[in-house]
């Protein structure tokens, strides 16, 4: 089944100690587009400017990814320019220009109301609103959002979260959103405020489940390089719903399925820069880490107990 | 079967956020053998000052832990004074007295030398090598070392791990004493100075184990509240080779099982000061939370896939 999913088109120049890229396709909905349509068909909900180029619609185009919602406007495309420090999990932003996402008002096409699977990538939490109103009637509902939000729209994003089914950020942010330091308590938290699930990314250290019933916790994919985590967590999202999609219904064996799916993927984005890694990856490579990745937290038994 | 363990016994004041608890039993060979002790006999190698009071001896004593080898000298017992921050995986020593440990020199009686497996706790180098050099010919040997270790006496260090079958250490001592950043191939270059099994501790994100063969992953037991995190690391060796011992060799599915113990034993010790939540721990608690650790971390099959 499809997912729309509504957020940034961008270019993003980045560096890290292993190299250096410059404008190269990003943002959350072009990562998370590409990591799902690997599992289901998707539908993009974006703004880019008259600079996008041609070759970035083909390459989204040839990927079946539908882009009738990608609305090219006057002036540039949004622009990112990071650089990450020896730890990954620290960067700094060395220039941000919205362009003309910084005026993006996301219409959904007819059809695109009509989806059951969305995912509203990390937008303000009042344009995540308006297209939660122009849905008809989602199965399953996901949203991201930031630290960003969490501080300045802090009544909108709460007015929004009963309507959201699964809720992802990350640690900071979860310890933000329910201002208490212990994650458990946190988690348990924002469960209150309404989504069904939380998922806590906790970048290389894996994801941490909350929903009412159960706590699922998985380590990140162990890498031995890691060139740019630019993209992860949307990626692991695309993953995600993408593997949600796919089976049509949420139960705590498809979540937790999603959520490894979902790692698996982010593990792969990671590997290079921008979407170069996603861009040539097979089915068979990301059903060889999947399987690896059910050995590498493998507590109990299978294979192992045979021995 | 029995384990040996040589290491530290002191007295514990800790200051943490939820309050504090001044001249606790403490130290490595205390958390060590307590936990290790619901597995499997233990047998310590310890020295303590004239001050070491009966209650601690009566406290060893009632759990049926060897206290043989524990010996008391003219001088005061080890002390160490710390406080910990809101993020408990900072702290800081106020004060630390090394007392009669300062001149540990580590003997072991005959049927300790026979034993099959031995844990040396966070010792010099130095007297890790000596103790190992009284050994007949043990099945096990685990050890443990510190930044401190790896700075001052890398070349003892290095001598010594081509004696030791388990590693464990931190994740910022594993990148200090492999030189490298990243966490797999630091792993992977630690194994190649001799261990057959290298567990990398990551505090609250759970535990990585590298061997020739293969990587395991586990996060740690999300706890509501974490009271006092000192001996964790400890605790965890206790319950990791108190599983050993008691299945008496080593298989890929045993060492994974007794990471998943040795987890769950370090959950339980951080929820109250000292060693006071192992003191009242039942087997019946240790293995509900067993059960509920293999839920966390279940990924693909057991009771989900019925669902």
Known sequence: MSIVVVGSIGYDTVETQFGRVDEALGGSASFFSVAARFFSPVS?????????????????????IDIRGLVQREGETFRWHGRYHEDMNQRDTLHLALNVFADFMPELLPDQCRADFLFLANISPQLQQRVLSQMKSPKVVAADTMDHWINTERTALLKMLPRVDILTLNDQEARLLAQEHNLVR?????????????LVKRGEYGVLQFSQESMFAVPAYPLEEVVDPTGAGDTFAGGFMGYIARHGKITESVLRTAVVYGSVMGSFVVERFSLDRLADLSWEEIDARYRAFIELTDSHHSRWISQ
């Open 186 to 198: 946190a988690g348990r938290a924002i469960l209150k405020m309404g989504p069904d699930t939380v």
């Open 44 to 64: 993009m909900v974006a703004v880019v400017g008259k600079d996008f180029r041609d070759e970035h619609l083909k390459f989204f185009a040839e990927r079946a």
